[in-house]
Nanobody, 124 residues
Framework: QVQLVESGGGLVQAGGSLRVSCAAS????????MAWFRQAPGKGREFVAA????????YYSDSLKGRFTISRDNAKITVYLQMNSLKPEDTAVYYC?????????????????WGQGTQVTVSA
């Protein structure tokens, strides 16, 4: 069973950048589609971005495309989310997720494995 551990969250000012990481527990990670979701207080879990197992295809929420970039390093069994031009409304717990699928999904129920989340807070 894949275990996922997020890191890199924190407090950043509006307009700043932050990169969060998600490390997997096993080498079979290479064959998993990966995604980032986020959940703000009082809201549901929102799709942020997803990437295919090879890293050749990436998908983004339309509202975040252009500011966020997902990438992966299969040698390090880690997936990243680079967040630029951050806004206070980006404040949320960011979760990474994994699933053994060819085409990454955009809904949370398509993913079987989840990390514990990392808090990102953007101050005005």
């Amino acid at each position: 069973q894949v275990q996922l551990v997020e890191s890199g969250g924190g407090l950043v000012q509006a307009g700043g950048s932050l990169r969060v990481s998600c490390a997997a527990s096993e080498r079979t990670f290479r064959r998993y589609a990966m995604a980032w979701f986020r959940q703000a207080p009082g809201k549901g879990r929102e799709f942020v971005a997803a990437i295919s197992w090879s890293g050749g295809s990436a998908y983004y929420s339309d509202s975040l495309k252009g500011r966020f970039t997902i990438s992966r390093d299969n040698a390090k069994i880690t997936v990243y989310l680079q967040m630029n031009s951050l806004k206070p409304e980006d404040t949320a717990v960011y979760y990474c997720a994994a699933d053994f699928s060819i085409v990454p999904g955009r809904t949370w129920d398509e993913y079987h494995y989840w990390g514990q989340g990392t808090q990102v807070t953007v101050s005005a």
